[in-house]
C-alpha cells in the first residue's frame, strides 16, 4: 500500500467513508456494508464518490453530501478539583518554596487522595480523569514515576519540617494540642513498625505518628507530625516532636484519653515538664472527698454549646489539679436512659414469671428454680443499677496547667472531640490507616502527602462547619457531592455539565469556582 502523505493522513475522514488512491490522486468514497450470501459474510462496497483530497485540502463533489463528523467530546471530572485547588492555595505556595522541583506532583497525588480513596498505583488513572491533568498537564505520576518521588521527598525531613512550619504559623495560634496514633504497617522490612496493641486491639506491626493540632478557634487544625517506632510510647515521644518543633513547652498541653490516664504517663510527662489534660474515671478513688453531693456545692458555671456547665476547681497537695464539671442535661439523658433500661427489663423478668407460673399451673416441668422465679417477681430498684447519681453526667480532669480557668481546662479538652473526628477522617474515609511502605524514606514520605491530604480535609470540615451542616453532612458525602460535577470539553472549549439550582446554591454556599478554574484552561488554549 502506497505511502499516505501527511495532508492525507492528518484528513479527518467521516464515518462511512473510505479513501482511494486511484492514478496518482487521493478520493474520498461513500462506502456502505451487505451481506454476502456466497461467503456469509458481511462485505464492505464502495459507493458514491464524494470528493478530492488536496494539500490545500478536501474538494467535495459539487450536489454531494459527506456525513456528518461527530463531535470529540471530552468529560472529566471538575467540582471537587476546583474546590481543593483554589481552598488549598496556601499549600501550592509552600510546596513551591520547599519542594520546587516537584510541588506539581505532590499536590496533584494529595488532593487525589483527598478526593478519592485511591492508592497510589491508581493515582495516575485518576488523574486521567480529573481536570487536574488539564491544570497541571503531562505529569508523571505512573507507579514507576512514584517510587522514586517518594525515595526523594523521604530523604528530606528537613523541607517536610520548614513546610508544616510555615503552614501552621499562617493559619493559627501558639497553644498546641498533642495525641499519638498508631498506624498498621503491612511491610516486614519497615524498621519503625513494631508488634503491639492499637487501639482497636489489633495485635499488628505499628509505627506511632505523634501529632501535634494548633488552636484554631473552636477547631483543632493537624499542624505537624512526627512518626516514632512502634515500640515508643506517647509520653516518651512528645517531649521528641516539641523539640523537633522547637516551640515552648508551657504553650503545650497533651490531651489524652482514660486509656492513657495513669500515674507512669503522668509522672513521665511531668519529668519533662509537660503541661497535660486527662480524664479521671468516675469511680476513680481520687475523685470520692471530691465530688460535690448537691449541685450548690459547686463553685462557678459557663456555658458550651448552649449548655450550662457547672464546675469545681480543686488544687492538690502534689501541685496537680482536679476539676470536676457537671452538665445537667447529661445527667438526666444518663438517668433516663438507665431508667428506661432498667424498667424494660422489670417488664421482661414479669414476663418471664408469668409463663413460668402459667407452665406449672398446667403441670409442665418447671424451667425455673423457685428461687430464680421470685427473683424475676421482686422488681429491680432504678438507682441501684444506675449507682451513685452525683457522679452522673460529670467529667473529672487532672491536670498540671495552673495559669488556666476551669472553662479553658474544660475548651482544651473537648478539643479531643475535633482531634477524634479528625482521626476517624483520617483512618476510614482517607483510609489511611496502614501502609505498605517497606523502608523509612517512603514511608516519611507516604506520611507527608497524608499530611498534605488531611489538610485539605481539614479545611473542608471547617466549611462544612462554618455552614452549621455537620450534622447533614459528612466530609465523605460533601466530596462525592463535588466530584460528581464534570466538565466537557466540545470545539475546543471546557464548559461545566448543567447543574440543578439546588447543585448550584451547593457550590455557591462553599465558593466553589468551577467557571473561574475552566476561564483560566480556556483562556490558556
Known sequence: MAQKPDYVASFKKPPNTEIKLISGKWYLYRTSCEYDKESKRPRKKSGEYLGAIKEDGFHPKRGAALPEVEEEIEIKEAGATSYFYKRCEYIRTQLQVHFPDCWQQLFAIALIRAVHESPLKRIADRY?????????????????????LLQRVGRDRKHIRLFMVGAYEKKSSSFMLFDGHRLISHSETLESAHLGYDS????????????????????CFPAYYKAEDGDVIDSVAFSDVIAEMGIDKKNVAIIGDKGFNGEGNIDLMEDKDLNYVLPLKRNSSELSPLMPVSEALYQGGFTYAGRPILFKDCMLEDGRRICIFLDQKMRQKEMGDSFRRTARLNAENLERARKEEERRTKGWTPLLSDERLAELKCPVDPLSVFGDPTRAGTLSLITNIASCSAEDIYQYYKKREWIEDFFRIYDNTLDFDSSFMRDRYSFEAW?????????????????????NMLKNLSFKDFRVKLSSIAACRSTGEWKVQKLTDKRKAFLSKFNVDIEGVLAGLNTSA
Open 447 to 467: 506520611l507527608f502527602l497524608n499530611h498534605l491530604s488531611s489538610l485539605m480535609a481539614y479545611d473542608a470540615l471547617h466549611d462544612i462547619k462554618s455552614n
Open 200 to 219: 482497636k486491639m489489633r495485635f499488628e506491626p505499628q509505627s506511632n505518628l505523634i501529632c501535634a493540632f494548633s488552636i484554631d478557634g473552636s477547631e
Open 128 to 148: 486521567e480523569c480529573s481536570i487536574l491533568s488539564e491544570i497541571h498537564p503531562e505529569l508523571r505520576l505512573s507507579k514507576d514515576d512514584i517510587t522514586p
